[in-house]
């Protein structure tokens, strides 16, 4: 990895050099990365260990809700959460951001202002991006404008399936600008690349193109968020950083359900890309149903006991 | 932020050691004639049992009993013989756990490693096998293959419980009876599966265990009653087995030493072929007789692969074989130690340059770090001998035929890797590369349905698959 930064500039001049650009990244195994992701699954994290990762992992969450019928009633609830996630103890961590779609980012704004809890936007006609660049600028310049902390935009998977990655690159690089101070989470919905080598590349695509973060999935195909494939986008950022020496976070999102599956990423994160990673500045899992979970074995480490469901709010 | 794993130790609790072993002969545990020998745990050198030692009158009882057992034995239609390995193989499955604790205590490997590989792979030997017993005639070697009669078995200390079942899964599959002896330093597991016999009710005398050391593998080997040889081991007492055995008609394999190379070309999956170069060399502490512990790196990487690869090693885990979180365990005994340290010695003095990762090694036990040699030429000692140990020789070549020529050149001949996204490449290698086994973007993969053993000084015969069968057949 001895290219200058001053080369990958060039690499998106044309659909030309980034193929070959991208194509000229090192492939993936595909049975060795899952067999290695496989093998990390296998750490046991237990007592103090296991408590600290807990911690980490609760101030790691983008607490989310994006459906078709959600309110402001619905947010700001989340929202009061996202600040207080156990009522029953206030030593427990805040979560990283909330995350909504946005026309309710004023709604979340307005709910954690102050807080240090950070809100997050779904734009460019997520989850399918199947509109037009003017488009997904404009909700994007929308969501900044309600307050947008971060900006959760998806990829044209069918321009990437098809080839044209300068078009990827470039819609990247205008939302990029449209997202202003903003950061800028680039969702690749790796459930929709379906090859290991294409999420490698998509990675590599969209850090090129600026990203702050490269993020798994929308949460809304089946597979979303996998070990394997977060570990190929570990190795991405990874590698990105010796040769250009800027950081890029990891956003896994979607299927990401209990307290232990929380921890392996934690596990894959430490290491994969190295501890540097492991802090809500640079990792992020997208979740909704995961927190309860974190909360819960939580409070099992502290009291040795189990709470029922009932004593961790649904909101 | 620093997220430090906490100690998470497997509990010993669920294996009870008694303080002494016999001879497991004619279904029951017998006193020896020899000297009764310790077995200790590496990791702390605490001695874990005091065991048996078989001198030349108990093998010769053993040979006795599984010459009566034969008869028996091998009357039995096929179907039935698949009954007891059927339920050999479900009783491994449920002492899995126990197993795998004993296996990590006597042996100092990582209770990873032999909870979710040596014994899935066991149970997997012994369904296969069973699996065979009734469908011989097919196999290819006939329309009815006979047995041998009584096999003499052999085994070393790397994987203890799975070279048994190596062993023993075919020879009873086949109508075989037999007479095996475990490495002195790892005898546990071998007694366990005795119990483990009983409790199928496997009748007396198709599997007899005796304990000890070089003389008493001896005594098993040259019985006259005994038809065939079974070793696992070093190619030096693989030598002593074949010209012993020359002009008895005894049949005979061997599976030996190996200096594997792991070829990793320019266009490797570069993340998964450093995984199998770890995989390949530090696995079991690189005590594996197929470890790919030459890595041949095409020059023109040689510097990307070397980094990306010391940077993994930065992430192994040294230290208590029980704790789930340990990839590198103990070295087996201290004898392995001293012969490790001074091949690792003999590689600095001629010239090769040492790397190690940071790592704390634990005072007692013993311990040898992973470590990683470069600028090793085809001349020094560390590239041509068997090191058995976690020693990594890192070697360059510039075109595939340079590769194939510098994999070969060894007087060993087990296994092979090759790292290339591109097919027609692996094949073509598969083709020349004078090596039992040759893996394609992956290392150390093994199958009970997969044929296994040496060229050249790696020895002859084969184990697993329905090639494995034939050493147990009179073909």
């Known amino acids: ?48 260990a296991k408590a600290q990762a807990i911690d980490l992992a609760i101030s790691m969450v983008d607490l989310t809700t994006l459906e078709g019928a959600d309110t402001p009633g619905k947010v700001r609830a989340m929202c009061a959460k996202a600040v207080h996630p156990d009522p029953s103890d206030p030593s427990a961590p805040r979560v990283a951001a909330v995350c909504v779609y946005p026309d309710l980012v004023a709604e979340a704004a307005a709910a954690v202002a102050g807080t240090g ?54 819609e990247i690089a205008a939302v990029k600008a449209a997202a202003g101070e903003a950061h800028l989470k680039v969702i690749l919905e790796t459930g929709e690349l379906a090859t290991y080598d294409n999420v490698r590349r998509a990675s590599w695509l969209a850090m090129l193109a600026g990203a702050d973060f490269i993020k798994t999935s929308t949460g ?96 | 932020m620093r997220l430090e794993y906490a100690p998470a130790p497997e509990s010993r609790d669920v294996v009870e050691i008694k303080p002494s072993y016999g001879l497991f002969i004619n279904g029951e545990f017998v006193e020896g004639g020899g000297t009764p020998f310790k ?56 002492r899995a756990r126990e197993l795998a604790v004993l296996e990590t205590l006597d042996n100092g490997k990582p209770i990873r490693e032999s909870r979710d590989v040596d014994l899935p792979l066991v149970a997997a030997h012994f369904f296969y096998y069973a699996g065979w017993a009734d469908k011989l005639e097919y196999a290819g070697f006939g329309p009815a293959p006979r047995p041998l009669g009584v096999a003499g078995q052999v085994i070393p200390w790397n994987f203890p419980l799975l070279m048994l079942a190596w062993k023993i899964a075919p020879a009873l599959a086949c109508g075989n009876t037999v007479v095996l002896k475990p490495a002195e330093t790892t005898p546990l597991t071998a007694l366990a599966f005795a ?79 450093v995984e199998g170069i770890v995989n390949g060399i530090f696995f079991n502490q690189g ?54 340290r001074e091949l690792a010695d003999a590689g600095e003095r001629e010239g090769a340059e040492r790397w190690s990762p940071a790592c704390a090694i634990p005072e007692r036990g013993y311990w040898f770090p992973p470590t990683v040699f470069t600028g090793v030429a085809q001349s020094h000692r560390i590239a041509r001998e068997e090191i058995f140990g976690p020693v990594l020789s890192v070697l360059t070549f510039r075109t595939p035929a340079e590769a194939v020529e510098k994999a070969n050149n060894t007087p060993y001949g087990l296994s092979a890797g090759v ?30 349905a997969s044929p296994f053993g040496g060229y050249k000084e790696s020895g002859y015969g084969r184990e697993g698959g329905r090639h494995g069968l034939e050493a147990y057949l009179d073909v």
């Open chain 1, 1 to 48: 990895m001895s290219i200058l930064t001053t080369s990958l500039a060039e690499v998106a001049s044309s659909d030309a050099t980034l193929r070959a650009f991208l194509h000229g990244l090192p492939g993936v195994d595909r049975v060795g990365a899952d067999q290695r992701a496989a093998v990390l699954g296998t750490r046991s994290i237990k007592t103090t």
């Open chain 2, 39 to 94: 077995t200790v745990n590496p990791a702390d050198e605490q001695a874990l049992a005091e065991v048996a030692c078989a001198d030349e009158a108990d093998v010769d009882r053993a040979v006795q009993a599984a010459r009566k057992a034969f008869g028996v034995w091998s009357a039995l239609p096929g179907a039935e013989r698949a009954k007891y390995l059927f339920r050999i193989a479900r009783i491994i499955q449920e």
């Open chain 1, 220 to 315: 809304k195909v089946s597979p979303a968020a996998t070990l394997p494939v977060t570990l190929i986008m570990l190795e991405a950022v990874r590698d990105f950083r010796a040769r250009t020496g800027r950081m890029v976070g990891v956003k896994p999102a979607g299927g990401i359900r209990t307290a232990k599956d929380a921890i392996k990423y934690l596990v894959l994160v430490n290491e994969t890309a190295g501890e540097d990673w492991l802090d809500p500045a640079w990792f992020r899992l997208g979740a909704s149903s995961l927190l309860n979970d974190l909360l819960m074995q939580r409070q099992k480490l502290a009291t040795g006991r189990y709470a029922g469901p009932d004593y961790f709010t649904l909101d």
């Open chain 2, 287 to 340: 005590h594996v007789c197929c470890a790919g512990s030459r890595l041949l790196v095409q020059e023109s990487i040689r510097d990307e692969l070397l980094d990306a690869l010391k940077r993994r090693l930065g992430t192994l885990r040294l230290g208590d074989p029980l704790d789930k979180n340990t990839d590198i365990g103990a070295i087996n005994s201290a004898a392995q130690l001293a012969k490790i």
């Open chain 2, 195 to 273: 119990d483990i016999c009983v409790q199928a009710g496997l009748p007396a005398g198709v599997v007899n265990i005796v304990t000890g050391a070089g003389e008493t593998g001896a005594a098993v080997v040259n019985h006259a009653d005994v038809n065939k040889v079974a070793f696992t081991g070093s190619t030096e007492v693989g030598r002593l087995i074949a010209r012993s055995l020359a002009g008895t008609g005894k049949k005979l394999t061997l599976e030996l030493g190996g200096k594997a190379a792991n070829i990793v070309f320019e266009d490797a999956p570069l993340d998964q072929a």
């Open chain 1, 117 to 170: 809890v950070k809100v997050a936007s779904v734009a460019t006609a997520f989850p399918s991006g199947r509109t037009s660049l003017e488009v997904k600028v404009a909700d994007t310049a929308l969501a900044v404008a309600a307050g947008a902390d971060e900006i959760d935009m998806v990829i044209d998977r069918g321009a990437f399936l098809s080839g044209r990655y300068l078009k990827v690159y470039e």
């Open chain 2, 419 to 448: 790292w290339t996204e591109k097919g027609s490449r692996i094949l073509w290698l598969a083709d020349r590369l004078r090596a039992g086994v040759v893996w394609a973007n992956t290392f150390n993969r093994f199958d009970p």
